[in-house]
């Protein structure tokens, strides 16, 4: 059965940081290109960044770099995202979301930030992360 479970949302003020994780179960996860995706009230789903298998490429949407950091432990099945300078408008709900290697240029859309081409396998459940001003 395969799960993939977030944690560390919550509540802080702008400025504040936030880590959150997503553990992984029931398939080969260093195989799978991983994203963190989020979604904010009346909004579109944003990707927010991806990370390849091996953890050595990474994509930040324009309006985190800087200030999230995603990173990925293979060994603990645990993928993580560290969020410095919070600001009101990164108040959302975050998923993790793998994605299975079909082809070199698949993984690129992941790893790349094109996430509207990419099918994801499986989804978390999210995590609300709301950043009071």
């Known amino acids: 059965q395969v799960q993939l479970v977030e944690s560390g949302g919550g509540s802080v003020q702008t400025g504040g940081s936030l880590r959150l994780s997503c553990a992984a179960s029931g398939y080969t996860y260093s195989t799978y290109c991983m994203g963190w995706i989020r979604q904010a009230p009346g909004k579109e789903r944003e990707g927010v960044a991806g990370i390849s298998t091996g953890g050595v490429y990474t994509y930040y949407a324009d309006s985190v770099k800087g200030r999230f950091t995603i990173s990925r432990d293979n060994a603990k099945n645990t993928l993580y995202l560290q969020m410095n300078s919070l600001k009101p408008e990164d108040t959302a709900t975050y998923y993790c979301?793998?994605?299975?290697?079909?082809?070199?240029?698949?993984?690129?859309?992941?790893?790349?930030?094109?996430?509207?081409?990419?099918?994801?396998?499986?989804w978390g459940q999210g995590t609300q992360v709301t950043v009071s001003s």
């Open positions: 979301a793998a994605v299975q290697y079909r082809s070199s240029a698949y993984a690129y859309d992941c790893y790349s930030g094109s996430f509207s081409r990419l099918d994801f396998d499986y």
